[in-house]
């Protein structure tokens, strides 16, 4: 699903206007219809509700809902947002509807003209939309102030007021929404952190905007969803056998942190790696060696940290590396050895990250197409501070650009920055993820598909929706605050069970 600025929006609309074509007043009636719809199957329509609207396409897109509403005969009253020029003619022409009708039309020209809200009102807030180009001020501000401090429960059209689309809108004044319903596309918005508190659930609604506008392919973000995973997921061959899955390596685990590298193996296995070898220090011998007996095992010649690789790495098809291991000067040496030493893409995730960061001249012998799985702060620790979501985001594009590698910003919406200038927002996930050892199974998953042949970019991809969905499935059997991330990967298999199956059929 792609993901599009505020003034791509606006020219899909356009696009769709003239090319299906319909009138602009139309299109507006079928945005509001589809939000009538919502709050029909939401259970809304024994409410009552007080609709704020300012005086552009927006505004009448909260009009023509207040007259659906009405003539469900529910309680509605419309407060209109007023400095004394005339609205849009989409708006007059909804507010000449409106008036047609018994619901109560008051007008907010100043702060005395702010009433108490009723207890119990939906308020719907159909004030600003996507068009904001500066923050809140005045009137306007005082109106959204009054509605968050109201109490009651707020739904958005198309975007809570106050919230730009394309940038940070961090100590701005902003509608606090419970639910956005927005059209047909998601917003940048929606998928940082820093918006969380005001964007509340966010529903999509589909109004038939000209699916011809997206062939453009302008976008320079997408959300990954289950048809573009399905177009890259290749199930396996009849007569397939292991050398065709690769042999992936393993560099993982430290004393007291052998969990990390068993949790990177066990997945890895469970992605579907032909054959695996894990490189652990001596202390991890007899943990892998009976937890994970698929696996094959190396040791290094220290007792508790990875120090040295005796071998050839040449005969591996992927390298992946960090999950407990450590930072100690002579596992940087390792790693440095590595990086000098094997040319495919690698995985990369915790520790190896943070001798990277302690250490920026490696990054620069990162193979081409390696895959770096950092949490916010470990991106920080390797790229420097962001003042904002939205910056992070751009670094990230710009430092997989400058490394040509895959950057996955691991959250609620992991990010994946590609080298040729693309972000991909994942889609799948919960918080139940949230806990240590999510991003050694990750690591794993990823590390298994280079190893089957997969593109970085195409692992990444799936990798990241893999991760996620697994993580959805278990969360269904055993609860988000109870699932760990061994569970995560028990449910692998449902997950590539999933994809395999008729298109949206659950696996439970």
């Known amino acids: 699903m792609e993901i599009l600025s505020a003034e791509q929006i606006r020219a899909w609309d356009q696009f769709t206007i003239e090319k299906e074509p319909i009138a602009s007043i139309d299109l507006m009636e079928r945005a509001a219809e589809s939000c009538f719809v919502w709050l029909e199957r939401q259970g809304y329509l024994d409410c009552s509700f007080s609709i704020y609207c300012g005086k552009g396409n927006n505004g009448g897109d909260g009009l023509a809902l207040a007259r659906m509403l009405s003539m469900q005969d529910c309680p509605v009253s419309v407060h209109i947002l007023e400095f004394g020029h005339m609205g849009t003619d989409d708006f007059q022409a909804n507010l000449a509807r409106l008036h047609a009708t018994s619901v109560e039309v008051r007008f907010i020209q100043g702060q005395e003209n702010l009433q108490p809200v009723p207890e119990g009102d939906i308020l719907i807030d159909a004030l600003l939309g996507t068009g904001l180009n500066r923050q809140l001020e005045g009137v306007t501000e005082q109106v959204v102030e009054h509605m968050n401090r109201s109490g009651n429960e707020i739904i958005a059209i198309d975007i809570p007021s106050g919230l730009f689309v394309d940038r940070s809108s961090k100590g701005n004044t902003v509608i606090k929404a419970a639910h956005t319903l927005s059209f047909q596309c998601y917003k940048l918005a929606f998928l940082v952190p820093e918006n969380e508190t005001v964007v509340g659930q966010v529903h999509i609604l589909d109004i038939g905007l000209h699916e011809d506008y997206l062939k453009s392919g302008t976008s320079e973000h997408e959300l990954v969803n289950e048809e573009m995973i399905r177009a890259i997921f290749r199930p396996r061959q009849q007569f397939a056998h292991k050398g065709n899955f690769g042999h992936s390596l393993i560099v993982a685990g430290s004393y007291g942190k052998m969990g990390a590298a068993l949790l990177a193996g066990r997945a890895c296995l469970r992605a579907g790696a032909g ?219 449902k997950a590539f069970l999933h994809l395999a199956g008729p298109k949206g059929i659950s696996i439970l």
């Open 275 to 493: 054959l695996l070898t894990c490189h652990v220090p001596i202390c991890g011998y007899g943990i892998l060696q009976t937890a994970l007996p698929e696996a094959m095992i190396l040791t290094d010649t220290d007792e508790k940290i990875n120090t040295q690789f005796q071998g050839d790495l040449s005969g591996y098809a992927v390298v992946g590396i960090g999950p407990g291991l450590g930072t100690d000067n002579r596992t940087r040496t390792l790693l440095e050895m590595i990086l000098r030493n094997y040319k495919k893409p690698i995985v990369m995730d915790a520790d190896g990250l943070n001798m990277i960061a302690s250490s920026p001249s490696l990054r620069f012998l990162l193979p081409p197409y390696s895959i770096l799985t950092p949490h916010p702060k470990e991106f920080e620790r390797m790229f420097g501070k962001s003042e904002d979501d939205f910056a992070r985001l751009r670094l990230a594009i710009e430092k997989a650009r400058d490394h040509q590698c895959i950057i996955v910003l691991k959250g609620h919406y992991t990010f994946i920055a590609m080298p040729g200038g693309r972000g991909y927002f994942n889609s799948t996930g919960n918080p139940g993820m949230a806990k240590g050892g999510s991003g050694d199974a990750l690591t794993g998953i990823l590390t298994a598909l280079l190893s089957q042949g997969y593109s970085s970019n195409e692992a990444a991809l799936l990798g990241v929706y893999l991760h996620g969905l697994a993580g959805d499935l278990a969360a269904e059997y055993i609860s988000q605050e109870s699932m760990l991330p061994s569970d995560l990967i028990d449910h692998l298999g």
